[in-house]
């Protein structure tokens, strides 16, 4: 049986590399929703080379453009703005949804996925930092299997037992390992990394990504955002999972048993790998990536992080501990700080630093619903705008 997949995100870094999966795969999946948001070019790449049953655009502006360049022969149909996201993820025909729509934008429609019961590969870490407590209760609530595509996290996953499923508590675990490549700036002087230009801080010197999550990497905010990830996914507190640098970024993360052993999963830095590994999931699907090779491997490193170069780790490990809205908030600023970084309005150390005062100054709000969540992170938006303004 052919299972239906709606990709949200399919312009992105995540999108195409569950395009190339899917391609290989034509008789196990077909492309039943794609999303993007304003790149028209990219999606209509995507329609003429999958002919997907259903194609969202969320940015509404861009309508008009769409429509005007369909190709002649498409025969699905087309829907604008981000309710038909929501209404797609629940959709009959959606087997399986991958949530690959970079930040907060992402939460909506993975909630809805998560509340309609579907198998959910989960690339928008930032869902689950803004909302994972109530998430993780819905999807054990409807069922939803929620398989981890950040590669830290689909590696632990993959140390698991085969019965094991995200949102249990892990038996015998004594502590999760989480690598980090350390980001370009690893070996930087903190004097050097105050003058640190865009350009720079989207090398990451080993995997291709989006520019959010780039930035996060050179901050390190992303691992501070996979912490918390983390912490949802897999029931443990932020105090049993350890962060090591690893910058060979080979061994992509390890769980650590009560009894001494340890396990890691090792493979080339290709998303592919994490993304077919969720897809095919209890099955293994072959996929034409670069083997790694253990004999030229030579050596693997890891080293300590240096949280005065680094802040970002510990404002995550602050407001996971914190819980309620707290990371949230982080989420929301380190979002409109990095935007304003990519922009040129701040400086790379101004990322951090705002997203610490936000985390200050906002008085905490009590988080039951959605609904919650989403004015927490309204508010917070606001108030990072305020306060970059002031201090720039
Ligand atoms: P990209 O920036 O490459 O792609 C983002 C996707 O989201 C694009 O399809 C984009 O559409 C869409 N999008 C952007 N803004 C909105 C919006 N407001 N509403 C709806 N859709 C929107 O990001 P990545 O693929 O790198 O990352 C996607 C997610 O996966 C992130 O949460 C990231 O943290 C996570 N992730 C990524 C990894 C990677 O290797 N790239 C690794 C691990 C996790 P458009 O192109 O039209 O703007
Ligand atoms: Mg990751």
Not at 355 to 371: A, F, K, M, T, Y
Request: charged share 20%.
């Amino acid at each position: 049986m052919s299972l239906g997949v709606a990709l949200f995100g399919a312009t992105g870094s995540i999108g195409d590399s569950t395009l190339s999966v899917i391609e290989a795969y034509p008789d196990r999946f077909h492309l039943e929703v794609v999303s993007a948001h304003h790149s028209v070019d990219k999606l209509l790449n995507i329609i003429r080379r999958f002919a997907p049953k259903h194609v969202i655009l969320t940015d509404t502006s861009q309508a008009d453009l769409l429509l005007s360049r369909l190709p002649h022969d498409f025969k699905g149909s087309v829907a604008f703005g981000d309710i038909a996201l929501t209404e797609a993820a629940v959709a009959s025909e959606v087997d399986v949804v991958m949530a690959a729509i970079v930040g907060g934008a992402g939460l909506a429609s993975t909630w809805a996925a998560v509340n309609a019961g579907k198998r959910v590969c989960l690339a928008n870490k930032e869902s689950l930092v803004m909302a994972g407590s109530l998430m993780m209760a819905d999807a054990k609530r409807t069922g939803a299997m929620l398989l981890p595509i950040d590669s830290e996290h689909n590696a632990m996953f993959q140390c698991l037992p085969e019965h094991y499923r995200t949102g249990e508590p892990i038996a015998g675990l004594r502590q999760l390992i989480l690598t980090c490549s350390g980001g370009p700036f690893r070996t930087w002087s903190g004097r050097k990394m105050a003058k640190a230009s865009i350009n720079d801080a989207i090398a990451h010197p080993i995997w291709s990504m989006g520019k959010k999550i780039s930035v996060d990497s050179a901050t390190l905010m992303n691992k501070g955002l996979e912490l918390i990830e983390a912490t949802h996914l897999f029931q443990v507190p932020e105090s049993a999972i350890e962060v090591v640098i690893h910058p060979e970024s080979t061994v992509h993360s390890m769980v650590e048993f009560t009894d001494g052993s340890i396990l890691a999963q090792l493979g080339s830095p290709d998303m592919r790998i994490p993304i077919a590994h969720a897809l095919g999931f209890p099955n293994r699907l072959s996929i034409d990536v670069e083997r790694l090779s253990l004999t030229s491997l030579k050596c693997l490193n890891f080293e300590a992080v240096d949280h005065a170069r680094f802040p970002a780790l510990t404002l995550a490990r602050q407001a996971s501990d914190a819980g309620g809205d707290r990371p949230i908030v982080l989420n929301a600023a380190n979002e409109i700080a990095v935007s304003a970084f990519l922009d040129g309005r701040i400086s790379f150390p101004r990322i951090t630093a705002l997203v610490s005062e936000c985390l200050n100054r906002l008085p905490q709000q009590p988080i039951s619903c959605l609904e919650d969540v989403l004015m927490v992170d309204t508010l917070c938006r606001q108030a990072a705008l305020d306060w970059m303004q002031e201090g720039t």
